[in-house]
């Protein structure tokens, strides 16, 4: 079964910085892209960034780009997201998404998703 756990939100001041982890199992990690989607509050579900199995590119929504970095650990499994200078419009619920393949990295599709974990920007 596949699974996927969120952590490291929180309430951030604006400008502030947040790291998000995901810990995955039930699949061969190294073997998919994987994906950061999050929602405001209101709103439908926007795709953030991306990144290929190995690890060796990456893609961002243009809204984050600049500010957010994706990573992953294949060896632990795990799949990360810096927050730096953080903004208002920033809030939300983030999850993390394994994609359908090694390489598709872009939009808001995937084949499993995590249960997400609150982020709010506020001062």
């Known amino acids: 079964e596949v699974q996927l756990v969120e952590s490291g939100g929180g309430l951030v001041q604006p400008g502030g910085s947040l790291r998000l982890s995901c810990a995955a199992s039930g699949f061969t990690f190294r073997d998919y892209a994987m994906s950061w989607v999050r929602q405001a509050p209101g709103k439908g579900l926007e795709w953030v960034s991306g990144?290929?199995?190995?690890?060796?590119?990456?893609s961002y929504a243009n809204s984050v780009r600049g500010r957010f970095t994706i990573s992953r650990d294949n060896a632990k499994s795990t799949l990360y997201l810096q927050m730096n200078s953080l903004k208002p419009e920033d809030t939300g619920v983030y999850y993390c998404?394994?994609?359908?393949?090694?390489?598709?990295?872009?939009?808001?599709?995937?084949?499993?998703r995590g249960q997400g974990t609150q982020v709010t920007v506020s001062s």
């Open positions: 998404a394994k994609r359908h393949d090694a390489f598709s990295v872009s939009g808001a599709s995937y084949t499993h």
């Open positions: 990144i290929v199995s190995s690890g060796g590119s990456t």
